[in-house]
């Protein structure tokens, strides 16, 4: 039973760590460049904000496809660089469409927004992998219901306490 536990929670921090990867280094080294450019929506709100940046949303995928093939050569996978792509881009994804939408809802950028800032990329990450996984992952991979809910517990709890690590080294300005 401990053991199962175990594999379950190893097994649903492997698999997600692209995306993890991918969320923190477009957090870490972003900036620059807002990837709608600064343009408003037609409510007269940004678009996205000057928190989702092109430099982020490249370093991030990046990040996701090099975790990707590294982990490819610890355990073998077909296909490392689709996978990284489908995590990365859908994290990124999933992270911008939250920020489409807390700026739909008069939320500023950099506002807290529970548990949705925790959880977007995840969701986004998971949403394009199981849509879009099947189709190029000649071996594609069902994660277990276990492995997705130690995913998606443990993700606002390591989100949080890295969040209170960078506030403390003064890396950011809230401590979410
Ligand atoms: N970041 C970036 N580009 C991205 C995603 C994140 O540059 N595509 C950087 C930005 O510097 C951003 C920080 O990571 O401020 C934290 O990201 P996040 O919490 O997702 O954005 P917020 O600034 O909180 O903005 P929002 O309210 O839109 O979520
Ligand atoms: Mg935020």
């Known amino acids: 039973m401990k ?24 957090c870490t080294f972003g900036g620059g460049r807002p990837i709608d450019g600064g343009r408003s929506f037609i409510d007269g709100r940004p ?5 989702k940046t092109v430099r982020g949303l490249c370093v991030g995928v990046s990040s996701a496809v090099g ?8 355990i073998y996978t077909v296909h490392p660089i689709a996978f990284g792509l489908l995590l990365g881009v859908g994290a990124m994804l999933g992270d911008i469409a939250k920020s489409f939408l807390k700026r739909r809802l008069n939320i500023e950028s950099g506002r ?15 949403a394009l992998y199981y849509v879009v996984g099947p189709y190029v992952l000649s071996d594609f991979y069902y994660p277990s219901w276990g492995s997705l809910m130690v995913i998606l517990l443990l993700t606002p709890f390591m989100h949080l306490s890295l969040n209170v690590v960078g506030y403390k080294l003064d890396k950011k300005e809230v401590w979410w």
């Open 47 to 51: 678009l996205l904000g000057k928190g």
């Open 3 to 26: 053991t199962m536990i175990l594999q379950g929670v190893l097994q649903g921090v492997w698999f997600i760590l692209p995306a993890w990867a991918c969320n923190m280094m477009a």
């Open 67 to 74: 975790v990707a093939i590294l982990q490819s050569f610890v």
């Open 112 to 126: 807290p927004f529970p548990p949705f800032d925790q959880l977007d990329f995840i969701i986004g990450a998971l």
